[in-house]
């Protein structure tokens, strides 16, 4: 796969979620940055492709990957959109 990816869940009982997953999404939109939302609630597979891309087996959506780089969580993303970063984090610079 190659291009930018947000992991996300369609299914989830976490307020927080759902709502780091759409300023995520509002925040790209809002930018005009092309992604691709890829739903890990629709397959399993794809929930272990998104912890293994976080090096991480507890991780959690909205995960940020371009390609094969993992470029970070919610957090992260945050930061570098406060910090003016956002091209350099997402790997498009």
Do not use: H, W
């Given at each position: 796969?190659s291009?930018?990816?947000?992991?996300s869940?369609?299914?989830?009982?976490s307020?927080?979620?759902?709502?780091?997953?759409?300023?995520?999404?509002?925040?790209?939109?809002?930018?005009r940055?092309q992604?691709?939302?890829v739903?890990?609630s629709q397959?399993?597979?794809?929930?272990?492709?998104?912890?293994?891309?976080?090096?991480?087996?507890?991780?959690?959506?909205?995960?940020?990957?371009?390609?094969?780089q993992?470029?970070?969580?919610?957090?992260l993303?945050?930061?570098?959109?406060?910090?003016?970063?956002l091209?350099?984090?997402l790997?498009?610079?």
């Open positions: 796969m291009g930018l990816r947000v992991y869940t369609s299914v989830t009982g307020r927080e979620i759902k709502s780091q997953q759409s300023e995520v999404t509002r925040i790209l939109d809002g930018k940055i992604y691709q939302l739903d890990i397959d399993n597979a794809l929930r272990e492709e998104m912890r293994t891309l976080a090096g991480n087996p507890k991780a959690t959506p909205p995960q940020i990957v371009n390609g094969d993992y470029c970070g969580d919610y957090e993303f945050v930061e570098a959109v406060e910090q003016n970063t091209q350099e984090f790997k498009l610079a």
